[in-house]
């Protein structure tokens, strides 16, 4: 006598099915932190730049030499990024830096480094440059939101918003 076919193996394609999706969708996110992991590691590892968390470049650091500062605020745009950092003594330091993050921060050419830092407003900070060639004032003026560089007695300023971190 035939014994009758079962349905218990109506299911197994479904199952190997979902198994599959599931390696591959978790396969992908794997690959994705860990590439983002070593880009952070690169970056770190030549010291040009930070990734944004609670530390500041260690190439700030090393202008500001005042050891370990911890970070208040960064941003990025579509043409820069900036840190605004702190030393344990509360004193306040502003890192530009005109390019994407990963690129090196050469002091002078593509970053700009200010220790005249105040707060403004109930989330910004301006830092203030005087140019020692022509004595020419620029603010930067740096909230969660933007960057303005106010170009003082010569507008209009510039303005860029935040991308999203």
């Known amino acids: 006598m035939a014994v009758p076919p079962t349905r218990h193996r109506s299911w197994v394609p479904q199952v190997l099915l979902a198994i599959v999706f599931l390696a591959i969708i978790g396969g992908s996110a794997g690959y994705l932190a860990a590439h983002r992991q070593l880009q952070r590691e690169a970056r770190t590892a030549d010291g040009a730049t930070a ?41 306040l330091y502003y890192q530009g830096h005109l390019g994407q993050p990963g690129q090196a921060l050469i002091e002078g050419a593509t970053s700009l480094f200010l220790a005249t830092v105040q707060r403004e407003g109930p989330d910004g900070y301006v830092a203030t440059n005087t140019d020692p060639k022509t004595g020419e004032v620029t603010k930067y003026h740096v909230t969660p939101q933007a960057l303005r560089r106010e170009h003082v007695g010569h507008p209009p300023d510039a303005y860029e918003p935040a991308l999203p971190n």
Do not use: F
Request: charged share 15%; proline share 7%.
């Open 51 to 91: 990734t944004p968390g609670p530390e500041c470049p260690k190439h700030t650091e090393t202008l500001a030499g005042v050891g370990q500062l911890r970070q208040l605020l960064y941003i990025h745009t579509t043409a820069s990024e900036v840190w605004i950092c702190t030393d344990t003594s509360g004193r």
